[in-house]
């Protein structure tokens, strides 16, 4: 098993950036997968972007490409995600989820294809 704690939500303007980390402990680090999902009040649990067992493939949702961006070091057994020109409708809580394997024959984009979670961080865009 692994466990994951977010940290580094909070309140910040339209246009503004932030960083959010996931730290994880438990089993190796680099066997899992790593993905970030985001839910709003009243929405389902969506994706955001992935980043595979030692960091050399990325994906993104279509609605943050270019915007976010996901890295990870293995040594630190952290996952960050670092985003840019948030929008209003960036605001959720976002939840960084572990992946027991690599990405498979398809990139992980949907909730069953991770097996842990972490307790989730706000995330607010407002001015």
């Known amino acids: 098993q692994v466990q994951l704690v977010e940290s580094g939500g909070g309140l910040v303007q339209p246009g503004g950036s932030l960083t959010l980390s996931c730290a994880a402990s438990?089993?190796?680090?680099?066997?899992?997968?790593m993905g970030w999902f985001r839910q709003a009040p009243g929405n389902e649990r969506e994706f955001v972007g992935t980043i595979s067992r030692i960091g050399l493939r990325r994906y993104y949702a279509d609605s943050v490409k270019g915007r976010f961006t996901i890295s990870r070091d293995n040594a630190k057994n952290t996952v960050s995600l670092q985003m840019n020109s948030l929008k209003p409708e960036d605001t959720a809580v976002y939840y960084c989820?572990?992946?027991?394997?690599?990405?498979?024959?398809?990139?992980?984009?949907?909730?069953?294809?991770?097996?842990?979670w972490g307790q989730g961080t706000q995330v607010t865009v407002s001015s």
């Open positions: 438990g089993r190796t680090f680099s066997n899992y997968a």
């Open positions: 989820a572990a992946r027991d394997q690599n990405w498979g024959d398809s990139v992980p984009q949907t909730v069953p294809r991770y097996d842990y």
